[in-house]
């Protein structure tokens, strides 16, 4: 897989994982960041399509990017 994210975002890898475990790690690794940065998500959950939405809504992020690569779901947060 080819490193596409812009220099200085943070990615965090949930392949694998199921709802509620890839919201749960993202608002983990979003809590530990500066506001304004941004983290980039990559899940395989079909669930995460609906709950990282939800939980940007939430919690008050920006979803900057939503986007289906094969069977991988990714996300662009930028942290309130």
């Given at each position: 897989m080819s490193d596409?994210?812009?220099?200085g975002e943070?990615?965090?890898d949930?392949?694998?994982?199921l709802c509620p475990l890839p919201?749960?790690?993202?608002r983990k690794r979003l809590e530990a960041m500066a506001s304004g940065a941004v983290l980039?998500?990559?899940?395989t959950d079909p669930?995460?399509?609906?709950?990282?939405p939800h939980f940007c809504n939430e919690q008050g992020h920006v979803?900057?990017?939503?986007?289906q690569q094969g069977q991988s779901f990714?996300?662009?947060i930028k942290r309130k």
């Open positions: 596409n994210h812009p220099k943070t990615v965090l949930v392949t694998g994982l919201v749960l790690k993202a980039s998500v990559i899940a669930m995460s399509a609906i709950d990282m979803l900057l990017s939503q986007q990714h996300f662009r």
